[in-house]
């Protein structure tokens, strides 16, 4: 799961991800990551501490 926390912290300090990045990701991590950004998109407000909490600390 370090290489799914590397990403979201990669998405949080620069504010995108590359190809390479998901490509290093197992299939489930990459689903986890999707849904991680779209809750993210729909209720963090743009904000890119909110990104990768826990849906329930929101």
Not at 28 to 48: A, H, M
Request: proline share 2%; aromatic share 6%.
């Amino acid at each position: 799961m370090s290489a799914l926390k590397d990403a979201i912290e990669k998405l949080r300090e620069t504010g995108s991800i590359g190809l390479e990045d998901f490509r290093n990701l197992k299939m489930k991590d990459v689903e986890v990551l999707i849904d991680e950004i779209q809750y993210w998109c729909l209720y963090g407000n743009g904000k890119p501490e909110k990104l990768g909490k826990k849906h329930k600390e929101h």
